[in-house]
């Protein structure tokens, strides 16, 4: 058995990057409240119903109306929110992380675009239901995993606001030198 720590991922975006990214979410949201991605899709049974998100959704708004929400979507182009809040795609994996960069939370299921948010150092619930959330949850910072199967959306929601909490003032991204750093 390996106990060693799990290294941080970082995707070291560039301060060119980070800069588009902060342009597209600009456009995308067209105000300076704090954005909260998300990303609902996931693959086979990793991925929520429909209904499922549309409440998590629909409760996220009621409880954090000073945010906004930007949804980036899969090559799929599948929204489990029915397209109710702005979108993003790329196929450039650096582009998507500088808009994921550009915003104070990322939630979503167990995916790759998950470990990307975290690589990004953006703060990141990931929400798993058949995956092994000790094993495969974002670490470091303030990442974490939720089994959303064992816990309600509101537990789930608690969560979001506890990691929301710890971010407040650091929603502006610093760079120095190519280094990001969120404030």
């Known amino acids: 058995m390996n106990n060693l720590p799990v290294a941080p991922l970082d995707i070291k975006l560039s301060s060119v990057e980070i800069e588009k990214g902060k342009e597209i979410v600009s456009k995308l949201v067209g105000n300076e409240k704090r954005t909260i991605c998300l990303f609902t ?21 009621k409880e954090f109306p000073e945010y906004n929400f930007i ?5 799929e182009n599948v929204s489990q929110i029915s397209f109710k809040a702005p979108t993003f795609y790329s196929k ?12 104070d939370l990322f939630i979503g299921a ?14 990141t619930l990931g929400l798993f ?5 000790n094993k495969y949850k974002p670490y470091h910072g ?27 003032g650091r929603n502006e991204i610093l760079i120095v030198g190519e280094k990001k750093i969120k404030n």
């Open 142 to 168: 303030l990442n974490t995993g939720v089994n959303a199967n064992g816990n309600s959306i509101d537990d789930c929601l608690k969560l979001v606001e506890s990691i929301l909490l710890k971010t407040k």
């Open 41 to 61: 899709f996931a693959t086979g049974a990793k991925c929520y119903s429909t209904e499922w998100w549309e409440v998590f959704y629909g409760k996220l708004k």
């Open 110 to 123: 167990d995916s790759g675009i998950m470990h990307l948010a975290s690589a990004t150092g953006t703060p």
């Open 71 to 75: 949804e980036v979507l899969p090559v």
């Open 92 to 103: 450039d994996v650096f582009e998507i992380g500088s808009v994921i960069a550009n915003t």
């Open 129 to 133: 239901s058949v995956t092994y959330l």
